[in-house]
């Protein structure tokens, strides 16, 4: 029986509501599960047949220590998605790499200090944005504004770089009502799309069931997974409506992104069959 480890976090910052459907799925496939934070330095993680991060959802307020457990746990060859792919992922700076090969991404700057945001807001002629941070997860720290709103906007911007990178990216209206989705990937296939309502600094995550993506959607999509190294066991494509109608990515999430299996057996049964696969294989 292939022992597999979901890799979580102490003190989880909001429910997984992927864990439970997921750990028994892989219980009822002939899979010995174990939920395991990936800050216990106790653990042994070569008695593993496959190592997944699942909800590793602290790793942003941790992120030396978080690459110091991706080197460790790749050092075994059974983690996945792999070494590459989640050290390239941490950083959202992925998205000007992405860019650079064609891909079209939601206008985004990043910033080596606060004092360049008004700069990046006024010759962009942006009416709206969004400050994060580069490192993230959820909502942290992310913060949308209006173009009146700069002296406070850089004040935030500043607090962020006190400690990690900053990113200033344009708000898109559209967004509110319904114009951002979730594509949803198991080893290759896209199995469904979620829609995604706006979620800032405190709020609770909003999500529709799901839904059937559109052709151009899916196709956004496939070019956007074409660029991730193989072997990789899921992936998430965020795409945001701008304001003429075109799909813009806004976020690729590699690490420890949410799948939403409640909301499609057929994505569950898929990425069961496939991490039985990856942990007999490895």
């Not at 002939?30 to 042994?44: I, K, S, T, Y």
């Not at 989640?86 to 206008?107: E, F, H």
């Not at 770089?161 to 319904?178: C, E, H, N, T, W």
Request: glycine share 4%.
């Amino acid at each position: 029986m292939p022992n597999v480890a979901l890799v979580t976090c102490y003190n989880i910052p909001e429910p997984d509501t992927d864990e439970t459907v997921l750990v028994e799925a892989c219980r009822s496939a002939g899979l010995n599960v174990e939920l395991v934070p990936w800050e216990d330095e106790a653990v042994d993680w070569t008695r593993f047949d496959l190592i997944v991060p699942r909800s590793t959802w602290n790793y942003y307020e941790h992120e030396a220590e978080f690459r110091r457990w991706i080197d460790r746990a790749s050092a075994t060859g059974r983690i996945c998605n792999g070494r590459e792919i989640l050290t390239n992922n941490l950083d959202k700076r992925y998205l000007a790499g992405l860019a650079q090969n064609s891909i079209p991404i939601v206008p985004t700057r990043f910033l080596d200090n606060a004092c360049e945001l008004e700069e990046v807001v006024l010759s962009e002629g942006w009416e709206a944005f969004v400050v994060k941070p580069a490192v993230s997860a959820a909502s942290f720290m992310t913060r949308r504004f209006e173009r009146h709103e700069l002296a406070d906007a850089a004040t935030f911007a500043d607090g962020i770089l006190k400690s990690r990178g900053a990113m200033v990216q344009r708000y898109l209206p559209r967004v509110a009502d319904g114009g951002e989705i979730s594509l949803v990937h198991i080893e290759g296939e896209l199995t469904h799309g979620i829609i995604k309502y706006p979620r800032f600094e405190g709020d609770v995550e909003s999500v529709s069931d799901a839904v059937t993506p559109t052709r151009e959607q899916a196709e956004l999509a496939k070019r956007i997974v074409s660029t991730i190294p193989t072997p990789w066991l899921y992936a998430r494509v965020d795409l945001m409506l701008d304001d003429g109608g075109s799909w813009l990515l806004s976020e690729l999430e590699l690490i420890e992104p949410s799948l939403f299996l409640c909301q499609s057996k057929v994505a569950l049964d898929r990425l069961v069959s496939a991490i039985s696969r990856f942990a007999i294989a490895v």
